[in-house]
């Protein structure tokens, strides 16, 4: 009821005439804030409307964290180390792994699919013509909270692994991993986002939002165990290393100086890629069926 | 026969005209594996055996498992959960062929072309980690065995999806089962990596399942591995969850379809 008192379209959400120019930005941010919340509450209403969808969801991604560590701990119960990575160290590095892949999953993997969708079905129109970013739109519409408890059950993880190995990590370290975690996110949404964007091109893809899964899921591995060009290929131009090697060693205090500005960088670079791709990309769209 | 030949080409021509998907969901089959020949690589650096494998066997499994994956792994429950939930599956049940049948040649025509795609992938793996699986020799004998293995394998994988996609009857949702069902297959059926790197006990429990007839089996056989080497008990194994796996089946399916309400029809 209270989102139809606030509807975000742009008889309420355009800057109030007779503002001042230097409170536009303030403005905007404000009111991009206002929608990002009406979607969020709008999802978990949703959420809390179908429980049982919700139990399921949650339930099976909570076995997939499960699954993750059961797996390490297969390998490495048997192997000693690899490159340098042990049981105690892979506690750490599998905790990191789900944390980012449960918020990934959470933040972009329902939106990632309803674009394609968007596009296939030239429902795209409905987004273009609000007086909002439409890349922010299709991008943040939807939040799944049955994908957080993957996120949970990798702190748990972290928190073991740190116990394990007597670490108490300083707040630089911290901040480091928190920064980190951060630009695998971005980094990661870029390129998701970027090849969903495609299907601009391509026209149908039914199932191209999960072209990025197969290769998160390199990531569930130390990413130091890879050979020749695939290492820096991971590391300095996908954000394959950032998801869970990469934060791990921040928190272990082993990553080598200037990976943080580096991996900062890389994400805003990508980020602004993604925009500029999309823009480009929107000349493709021809609004198929509408 | 020609009725199922013909619904077999079109289900090629799906699959051909739908290639990019096609190639997205070989992803999944390929990738997983690909990372394990990784992560073996740099784990016998330290070690020279891990479980009783040694790296070319590992590395053999490991590619092995991959093949299999594209070459006998079907995932029909999630069309047979999507026909049900939808009431689709009226549509196949009034026709006159064998629905089982159907799906069984339609899965058939979509692995066709994802086994084309997995061509170049196999081929690369034998070019990248030929030097260190060299030391490995497959003697002829084996090669009929093996064959047949992997020809009861896939069998075995059918019906075990089938007996899955029956669930959806009930729950009318895929999801929890089918999450359930790559973990187990994943963890305890050697899908990814191989069984004996499971505690004893495990092992023990692990062998009851009937997915070490589609990976474990025709790969021990390709191996030699342990007690497997005697291939044609392994083969009894397949021919004994066949037999099992097909009535139950036939229980679920008819249970099923007294509980199949054709949902929108």
Redesign the interface.
Same mark, same amino acid.
């Given at each position: 009821m209270r989102e139809r008192a606030h509807p975000p379209t742009g008889a309420s959400l355009a800057p109030l005439p007779g503002r001042h120019e230097s409170d536009g930005r303030t403005g905007a941010i404000r009111r991009y804030a206002r929608v990002y919340l009406a979607c969020l509450r709008n999802c978990l209403a949703r959420e809390l409307e179908f429980r049982t969808s919700f139990a399921l969801s949650a339930g099976s991604t909570l076995l997939w964290a499960i699954f993750s560590m059961v797996l390490a701990g297969l390998i490495f119960t048997n192997v000693r180390q690899v490159a340098g990575w042990d049981l105690d160290r892979m506690f750490v590095l599998t905790g990191s792994f789900l944390i980012v892949e449960g918020l990934s999953a959470a933040l972009f993997h329902r939106n990632m699919q309803r674009l394609s969708e968007l596009v296939n079905r030239g429902e795209l129109d409905f987004v273009l013509t609000r007086p909002i970013s439409s890349q922010f739109l299709v991008s943040i519409r939807y939040v799944d909270f049955g994908d957080l408890p993957t996120a949970v059950v990798g702190v748990v993880y972290l928190v073991i692994g740190t116990g394990r190995l007597g670490l108490t990590p300083g707040p630089a370290e911290i901040g480091g991993y928190v920064l980190l975690v951060g630009c695998a996110l971005m980094s990661l949404y870029a390129i998701w986002f970027m090849a969903v964007t495609l299907v601009l091109w391509t026209g149908r893809i039914n199932n191209i939002a999960a072209v990025v899964e197969p290769f998160m899921g390199l990531a569930r591995m130390p990413s130091d165990v890879y050979r020749g060009l695939v290492r820096p290929i991971m590391t300095y131009v996908l954000p394959i290393a950032a998801i869970a090697t990469l934060p791990s060693k921040a928190l272990l205090g082993v990553l080598e100086p200037g990976m943080l500005p580096y991996q900062i960088g890389l994400a805003a670079v990508l980020l602004w890629a993604s925009h500029r791709f999309w823009h480009c990309s929107l000349r493709k769209y021809s609004s198929a069926s509408s | 026969m020609r009725l199922y030949l013909t619904l077999f080409r079109i289900s090629l021509q799906d699959a051909t005209q739908?290639r990019?998907?096609s190639a997205?969901?070989f @992803?999944?089959e390929t990738?997983?594996p690909l990372?394990m020949a #990784?992560?073996w *690589? #740099? #784990?016998y650096q /330290?070690?020279t055996t891990? #479980?009783g494998f040694s790296l070319a066997e590992m590395l053999a499994y490991t590619v092995g498992v991959m093949i299999l994956r594209t070459l006998i792994t079907v995932h029909i429950e999630h069309g047979m959960d999507l026909e049900i939930r939808r009431g689709d599956i009226s549509n196949h049940l009034v026709r006159p062929f064998n629905i089982w049948g159907f799906w069984f040649v339609d899965s058939l025509g979509w692995k066709m072309f994802r086994n084309a795609l997995s061509v170049p992938v196999v081929l690369g793996c034998l070019f990248w980690f030929g030097p260190e699986m060299g030391a490995l020799s497959i003697s002829l004998d084996r090669l009929l065995p093996l064959v047949m293995s992997v020809l009861l394998g896939a069998v075995v994988c059918f019906l075990l999806k089938l007996c899955l996609g029956c669930t959806s009857f009930w729950t009318n /949702?895929i999801?929890?089962v089918a $999450? *359930?069902y790559e973990?187990v297959a $994943?963890?305890l059926g050697g899908m @990814?990596?191989p069984v004996a *790197? @499971?505690p004893d006990w495990l092992q023990a429990v692990a062998w009851l399942l009937p997915i070490q007839a589609i990976y474990s089996v025709p790969l021990a056989i390709l191996l030699g591995k342990s007690d497997w080497e005697n291939a044609w008990y392994g083969i009894g194994l397949q021919v004994g969850w066949i037999v099992v796996l097909w009535a139950l089946a036939h229980v679920l399916w008819r249970a099923g379809l007294r509980q199949y309400e054709a949902v929108g029809r």
């Open positions: - | 739908y990019v998907e997205i969901w @992803l999944y990738v997983p990372m #990784a992560v *690589l #740099a #784990a /330290d070690q891990v #479980a /949702d999801v929890g $999450t *359930l973990v $994943t963890i @990814l990596v *790197l @499971l």
